[in-house]
C-alpha cells in the first residue's frame, strides 16, 4: 500500500502545482494540500504494493452480443468515438483489458480501492473513481466530472427485517443517498466526463439529452451544470413527482415538457440525436453502466470482501441490474471474492415485461404499455436492456419478482415505521424479498441486500396520499395520519391517553 500512495502522493502533487488543474471545478476545492497528503496516508500494515501502471489500463466499446455469446468480435470502438449502437444495431459494452488489470491480484486490487475510501485525494474520494482503473482507465483526473458520489451507506435494517422478516441479516445499500437522490449519480459522473473529455478534445457535442422519468434528468443537469455543459431534458408530461421535475429546471437544463410516455420521449430523443449533435445519455449508453457497477463492488467493499446471498434490484430500463451483475463479476474475475451473489430483479406489476418473460421460461419477450405505477422511475414497457438483464439473471442464478401497487406501498410504508424512510422502487425491491422469504427461496439466515435507488423525499406526494389513506381501491394498512386536535389542554390529554394506551 506505501508505495502506491506514494506514488499517488506525488502525481498529485505535481499536478496540482500545473495551472490548468486549477481551473477545473471540483479540484480546487477537493485537492488536499501536500501536507495534508503526507499526514493522512494510512499507516503501513499491509505489506507494500508494487505500483500501479495506470498506462496499461484500457477499456473499448464492443458489440454486447460478443460478450453474452463468448464469440471474439473484430468489431470494437475507442470511447472516444460518439457511437451507441453496434453495426447489427444491438447495444454496446466497455470492455476492460482484463489481461492488463489480471496483472495484480485480488489483494492488491482490495487494498487499492480500501485505501482511498473517504479520502479527499481527486477524484479517488468518490466511491465510482476510487475504482476508476475498472471504471474509465483513459480519462486525465481533471476532466473528471464528480460529486464524490458513491460510497454509500449500507444499512444494517435490523428491525425491519427482524419484524417483518424473521431475519436478521437484512441490509439496505442507500444509493439514492446522493447528490441528486438517485443511483443515477454513479454513472452520470461518468457519462458527463467522458463528454467533458470529448469537448475538451474538439469534438463537435453542443449539449448532452435524455429521456427521463426524472432521477436521469436531475443527474444529468447538475453533472452537466457543474461541468457548464448544456443539457436537454425530455420529460413525460404530468408523469414525474414534483420535486423530480424541479431538479432539472433548477439546474439550468433545458427542459421539455411532452404529453407522451417515458417511452415516447425515449423514441423522440432518439431521433432527435441522430440529426443534431447532441450526445444520447440514456442508459442505451453503457457509460453509465461502468459507473453503477461500483455500487455492487462497494457492497462487497463494506462486507469486508465476503459475499452476499441475495442482492434485490428493482428495474425499469433494465441497465442497472446489469451493471450490478458486471460489479460482482469482475470482482470475482480479478480475484477479490471468490462468488457472486443470486440476483433478484424486481418489477411493478404495472409494468412487468421482464416478468412476464421469465415466467415464460424465457420464451418469448414482449413489450408491454406500462400502466401507471407509484415506482414512476420503473413505469417502462419496453426495457432498452432487456438483453443485458436477461444475461445477468441467467449467470447469477437469478429470479424476477413483481409487486402490485398495493404491496409496493405497503412495504415502502412498513421500512418507513421501522426508521426508514425509502421510496416506492425500494418498495418494490421489498416486497419481491417479502415473497421470496414467504415461499422459502430467500432463507431466515441468509445475507440479502436490497438497493434502495432513490431518496424517499423524492416521493413525499406518494407518502402523503398513502398515510391520508386516499388511494383508491387501496386500504393503505399501515397508514398513520396525523390526529388533529383543539388547542386546549384537556383534548390533547384525551388524545395522548388514547394513544399511549394503544402503544402500551
Ligand atoms: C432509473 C431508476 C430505476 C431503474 O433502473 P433501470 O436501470 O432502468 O432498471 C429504479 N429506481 C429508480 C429510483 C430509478 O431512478
Redesign the pocket.
Known amino acids: 500500500m506505501a508505495s502506491s500512495q506514494l506514488l499517488n502522493s506525488s502525481s498529485l502533487l505535481s499536478k496540482s502545482s500545473s495551472p490548468s488543474s486549477h481551473r477545473h471545478y471540483g479540484c480546487r476545492r477537493l485537492k488536499p494540500s501536500p501536507s495534508i497528503i503526507c499526514t493522512a496516508a494510512p499507516s503501513i500494515t499491509s505489506p507494500p504494493l508494487p505500483p500501479p501502471l495506470p498506462a496499461t489500463y484500457s477499456a473499448k466499446y464492443v458489440p454486447f452480443t460478443s460478450i453474452s455469446t463468448g464469440t471474439a468480435t473484430s468489431e470494437s470502438y475507442s470511447l472516444d468515438e460518439v457511437v451507441y449502437r453496434s453495426r447489427d444495431g444491438g447495444l454496446l459494452d466497455v470492455q476492460h483489458d482484463m489481461d492488463a488489470l489480471k496483472q495484480f491480484d485480488g489483494h492488491y486490487w482490495r487494498s487499492l480501492f480500501d485505501s482511498r475510501v473517504g479520502t479527499t485525494r481527486w477524484p479517488y474520494g468518490s466511491g465510482v473513481w476510487s475504482k476508476k482503473e475498472w471504471v474509465l482507465p483513459g480519462i486525465a483526473d481533471e476532466d473528471i466530472v464528480s460529486a464524490f458520489e458513491g460510497n454509500s451507506n449500507l444499512f444494517w435494517a435490523e428491525r425491519f427485517g427482524k419484524k417483518f422478516l424473521g431475519m436478521n441479516d437484512l441490509w439496505i445499500k442507500h444509493c439514492?443517498i446522493s447528490h441528486t437522490g438517485?443511483?443515477?449519480d454513479l454513472g452520470m459522473t461518468v457519462l458527463v466526463s467522458q463528454v467533458n473529455r470529448l469537448r475538451k478534445l474538439n469534438r463537435p457535442l453542443v449539449g448532452v439529452g435524455c429521456a427521463s422519468?426524472?432521477?436521469?434528468s436531475a443527474a444529468l443537469s447538475a453533472y452537466c451544470a457543474a461541468a457548464n455543459i448544456p443539457s436537454i431534458v425530455f420529460l413525460p408530461a404530468d408523469k414525474i413527482s414534483m420535486a423530480q421535475l424541479v431538479q432539472p429546471i433548477a439546474n439550468g437544463a433545458f427542459v421539455l415538457s411532452i404529453d407522451t410516455d417515458f417511452d415516447g420521449c425515449m423514441k423522440l430523443i432518439r431521433e432527435i440525436t441522430t440529426e443534431l449533435p447532441i450526445y444520447l445519455a440514456n442508459?442505451l449508453n453503457s457509460l453509465r453502466?461502468e459507473g453503477?457497477k461500483t455500487a455492487a463492488i462497494e457492497i462487497l467493499q463494506q462486507f469486508d470482501w465476503e459475499v452476499p446471498d441475495w442482492v434485490i434490484?428493482?428495474?425499469?430500463?433494465?441497465?442497472?441490474?446489469?451493471?450490478f451483475y458486471k460489479g460482482f463479476k469482475m470482482c470475482e474475475e480479478l480475484g477479490l471474492v471468490d462468488r457472486i451473489p443470486r440476483l433478484v430483479?424486481a418489477q411493478a406489476q404495472n409494468a412487468n415485461p421482464l416478468y412476464r418473460y421469465y415466467k415464460s421460461g424465457w420464451k418469448e419477450f414482449k413489450a408491454v404499455k406500462a400502466d401507471d405505477t407509484f415506482?414512476s422511475?420503473?413505469q417502462?414497457g419496453d426495457?432498452?436492456?432487456i438483453d443485458r438483464?436477461v444475461y445477468a439473471l441467467k449467470n447469477s442464478g437469478g429470479i424476477v419478482e413483481e409487486a402490485t401497487e398495493e404491496e409496493l406501498m405497503d412495504a415502502m410504508a412498513m421500512a418507513d415505521s421501522t426508521g426508514m424512510f425509502v421510496?416506492?422502487?425500494?418498495g418494490?425491491a421489498l416486497s419481491a424479498l417479502m415473497k421470496l422469504r414467504e415461499n422459502g427461496v430467500i432463507k431466515p439466515t441468509d445475507r440479502a441486500v436490497v438497493v434502495s435507488?432513490?431518496h424517499g423525499l423524492?416521493f413525499t406526494q406518494a407518502k402523503i396520499d398513502y398515510h391520508s389513506g386516499k388511494i383508491k381501491e387501496m386500504a393503505c394498512r399501515h397508514s398513520n395520519p396525523p390526529v388533529t386536535v383543539k388547542a386546549d389542554f384537556g383534548s390533547v390529554m384525551d388524545e395522548l391517553k388514547k394513544y399511549l394506551a394503544r402503544t402500551r
Open positions: 439514492g438517485s443511483f443515477k422519468t426524472g432521477d436521469t442508459s453502466l453503477q434490484i428493482p428495474g425499469g430500463n433494465l441497465g442497472n441490474i446489469y451493471a430483479c415506482a422511475a420503473i417502462i426495457p432498452v436492456s438483464a421510496c416506492p422502487h425500494t418494490v435507488t432513490a423524492k
